[in-house]
């Protein structure tokens, strides 16, 4: 019996769902870090074994739009609930339930149609009896098909999760080939590595406004040429990226072109520019030309 479908994975931001999904792929295909907003697209993550075919949707995280873009990534979120088996819904350790998980509960109660997953992660930073604080006021909200203690970043629980959401998925096709890992193309992949390690190394302030964009991509025999743009929504932005002689702008690179190497199983040659896109983020037209909406 083989067994396929899709699973929507959602939550607020930073909650881990990047991590997890990352973990399960065995690859680094979606940008992580600290800061919210990390995750802008939905992206489609395929997981395939003998007998079972898991499509994953990663989400950005749920919460109060404030900008165009913003409205975009929630829409992204809320439009994943719509056309799936499966329900994943990912949570930290805080000890309370505060107003973004809130109303997100709110919106799953209404959802009568499917099934849900809690996921409590992070566990590896509290101790045993506090997870099981945490099972008891999550299981009293509403009636989960199953609420699974996990650390995304150790990967403890990751098998009972997967486990769960195989015996809960309908029989069913293989909609990719093995080599899929992702139905999104290569240029996105390593623009998100890009964004990935500016969003690592830049101040708080900066990395919501920073859009990464792959003007070339060669492949030749020895190595992979690409030609990446990060555009920022301000003049002084540009500066922090670039940094005083260039280090800044060279960190990222250097971080960059060594996944990238390790993505590719190639030599890399990596040139990024920095330009300024004003208010990008509010802007319609911009936001479609750097692949949103």
């Not at 003998?50 to 995280?61: K, M, N």
């Amino acid at each position: 019996m083989f067994k396929s479908g899709y699973v929507a994975v959602i939550g607020r931001p930073n909650v881990g769902k990047s991590t997890l999904l990352n973990r399960l792929i065995g690859m680094r295909i979606l940008a992580v870090s600290d800061k919210a907003q990390t995750t802008r697209n939905k992206i489609n993550l395929i997981y395939s074994d003998d007998d079972s075919q898991i499509i994953f949707l990663d989400t950005p995280g749920m919460q109060t739009p404030r900008n165009e873009l913003g409205d975009y990534m929630l829409r992204e979120s809320s439009s994943a609930l719509e056309d799936v088996d499966l329900i994943t819904y990912i949570v930290d350790t805080s000890k309370i339930i505060g107003k973004q998980d809130r109303a997100i509960l709110e919106k799953l109660k209404k959802i009568k149609d499917k099934k849900v997953i809690l996921l409590i992660n992070k566990i590896d930073s509290i101790p045993k009896e506090d997870i099981l604080r945490l099972i008891e006021m999550y299981s009293k909200e509403m009636d989960f098909l199953d609420v699974i203690p996990i650390s995304a970043r150790e990967g403890d629980g990751t098998e009972i999760y997967l486990d769960t959401v195989k015996k809960n998925l309908p029989e069913g096709p293989k909609y990719y080939t093995d080599e899929y890992v992702t139905d999104r193309p290569m240029k996105f992949i390593v623009a998100e590595i890009i964004r990935e390690k500016a969003l690592r190394f830049l101040q708080e302030e900066v990395p919501h406004g920073v859009a990464v964009e792959i003007e070339k991509m060669e492949e030749l025999e020895d190595r992979t040429n690409i030609i990446a743009t990060i555009y920022v929504e301000r003049d002084n932005h540009k500066g922090i990226i670039i940094g005083k002689n260039g280090t800044m702008l060279q960190k990222i690179g250097t971080q960059a072109r060594h996944d990238l190497m390790d993505l590719l199983m190639t030599k890399v040659d990596l040139r990024i520019w920095v330009k300024v896109d004003k208010n990008w983020r509010d802007n319609e037209t911009r936001l479609k030309g750097h692949g949103y909406l």
